[in-house]
Nanobody, 119 residues
Framework: VQLQASGGGLVQAGGSLRLSCAAS????????MGWFRQAPGKEREFVAV??????IYSDSVKGRFTISRDNAKNTVYLQMNALKPEDTAVYYC???????????????WGQGTLVTVSS
């Protein structure tokens, strides 16, 4: 599976962005899809993962971010609202076989897309 993330950019605090992650291959629907982020000088951290029953979110984004997927388009999305300067990071999509929040459990990664939130 190859993943291509897009949609990052510069936005003011309180604004919104929608990230997309397009996947190649015909087995997309069988993968668990997640989003992670890595801020400068920090370790990669879990943001959200989508399950059959909806999304699981980190406490820092819960209520502001929404993860979704369109299996017909082989794409997973991350709608980010009420953005804060502390959301500034490179955002990565990932594909794996288990619903987990640990980055090492994911098998495939996109290249990352930079989100910058100005105050």
């Amino acid at each position: 599976v190859q993943l291509q993330a897009s949609g990052g950019g510069l936005v003011q605090a309180g604004g919104s962005l929608r990230l997309s992650c397009a996947a190649s291959g015909r087995t997309f629907s069988s993968y668990v899809m997640g989003w992670f982020r890595q801020a400068p000088g920090k370790e990669r951290e879990f943001v959200a993962v989508i399950t059959w029953n909806g999304g699981i979110y980190s406490d820092s984004v819960k209520g502001r971010f929404t993860i979704s997927r369109d299996n017909a388009k082989n794409t997973v999305y991350l709608q980010m609202n009420a953005l804060k300067p502390e959301d500034t990071a490179v955002y990565y999509c990932a594909a794996g076989r288990r619903v987990v929040v640990v980055s090492t459990e994911y098998d495939y990664w996109g290249q990352g897309t930079l989100v910058t939130v100005s105050s």
